[in-house]
Structures are given as C-alpha cells and as structure tokens.
C-alpha cells in the first residue's frame, strides 16, 4: 500500500511568486491536512480537507489556500511568497479525520524563497 | 486554547540508557495524545497514542502514560539504541478532527555507541 505522497520534494522560488504543492493521500482516506514545520515556530497547522471541503482552518493569512479534489488528491498554493514562507510543508492523511484515527504523514515539501 | 509544551532538548545519551521526554498539555475539552518521531529527512512517523486518561501507549520499547491529573503524556524508554536517533514530538488533537494537531516544539535525541 502506497503511502503519502507529496511533488515536489524542494523547490526553489523567488519572493513575490506563487508555488503550488501536491499530496496524494493513502488510497481511501478521504482527510488531507497541511503542516508548516520551522525551526522557529516549529509545527503549524494550515488547514484540513474532507471530502473536498474544508473543514478545519489554522492561523494563517489568506495567501495560504488549498483545495482538495474527488480523488482526495489535494494541492496547497501560496501566493506573493515572502522570505518568512521557507519551510518543510507537510501533508497528512487518515480515513475519516476523526480524533482516533491515525493520520498518516508524507516527507514533505521543502520550499525556499530566495 | 489547545498548547503542548515539551522538554527542551538537545538530549544525548549512551546506549541503554534511560530517556525520559516530559510533555505537559492545555486543551478544551479531552484531547487524544500522540508521541511521532521524525528521523532525517523523513515526515512524521507515528510513535504511539493515547486516547482517554490512564491509558498507556507503547511501541517499540517506548511508553507514554495519559495522565489527566498532571495534564502530561511523558515519554520513556528502558533502554535506548543509536537507531533511536531521531526528533520527538508531543501532540494532541481535540475533537474537531484527526489531523488538526498540537504539536511541541520536539526534541532531537542523539544515542552514542
């Protein structure tokens, strides 16, 4: 069984574009969530898909979107990058996206803005 | 709000020894808690869990007892091996879904031979 998998793995962009970033989830799970890991500020969440809809939404600015597809596929854009968005963007997916279930983690996007 | 506060590390330790990585939490509500490791240059792996207070997660050697009391969720193993090498995080996660997760900061364990 496959596991998360998210393109690319780093990408280099510069300050003032927009990047967009993939994740396919395991097959059948249908919750896809962003992560933002920093050393600074650590791990932070940036939103939650279910079904296509978002469910659940972090502290970010709106320059943070997302959108999640009928396979569960789900892509994360970032629009007039700043130097502060350089980071490991992680996705995560689990079957219902409910508290007992496990989610399931990808390797992550590394991103810098230069 | 929903926090995790956990140990500040670097933590280095010989071979077998004991470790011990303390996390405290505040949450609404009751959370489920979770230990994940991240080895390098990998995501997040699943450690253990715990879902209600006085449960015991354990995995791989490692344990971590829910304790409501004391709002912690440590984490322990006996005996530690260098493949242990890695960086550990406290989290939890509230009713409003399983990946809409609270992590600490981690901790970077380093095991020498």
């Known amino acids: 069984k496959a596991g998360v998998t998210q393109t690319p793995r780093y990408l280099i962009k510069t300050r003032g574009q927009q990047v967009t970033l993939s994740c396919s989830p395991i097959?059948?799970?249908?919750?896809v969530s962003w992560y933002q890991q920093t050393p600074g500020q650590g791990l932070q969440f940036l939103f939650e898909?279910?079904?296509?809809?978002?469910?659940n939404k972090g502290n970010f600015p709106g320059r943070f979107s997302g959108r999640q597809f009928s396979n569960s596929r789900s892509e994360m854009n970032v629009s007039t990058l700043e130097l502060g968005d350089s980071a490991l963007y992680l996705c995560?997916?689990?079957?219902?996206?409910?508290?007992?279930?496990?989610?399931?983690f990808g390797q992550g996007t590394r991103l810098t803005v230069v | 709000g929903n926090s995790v506060t956990q140990m500040e590390g670097p933590v280095t330790l010989s071979e077998e020894a004991f470790l011990t990585i303390n996390c405290t939490y505040t949450?609404?509500?009751?959370?489920?808690l979770f230990w994940y490791v991240q080895y390098p240059g990998e995501g997040l792996q699943l450690l253990l869990k715990a879902t209600k207070a006085d449960d015991k997660g354990s995995n791989k050697g490692f344990e971590a007892t829910y304790r409501k009391e004391t709002t912690s969720f440590h984490l322990e193993k006996g005996s530690v091996q260098v493949s242990d090498s890695a960086v550990y995080f406290c989290?939890?996660?509230?009713?409003?879904?399983?990946?809409?997760?609270?992590f600490g900061t981690g901790t970077r364990l380093t095991v020498i031979p």
């Open positions: 097959s059948g799970h249908r919750s």
């Open positions: 898909y279910f079904s296509e809809t978002q469910r």
């Open positions: 949450a609404t509500g009751y959370p489920s």
């Open positions: 995560a997916s689990s079957w219902t996206g409910t508290a007992n279930t496990e989610a399931f």
């Open positions: 989290a939890l996660v509230t009713s409003g879904g399983a990946n809409n997760l609270f």
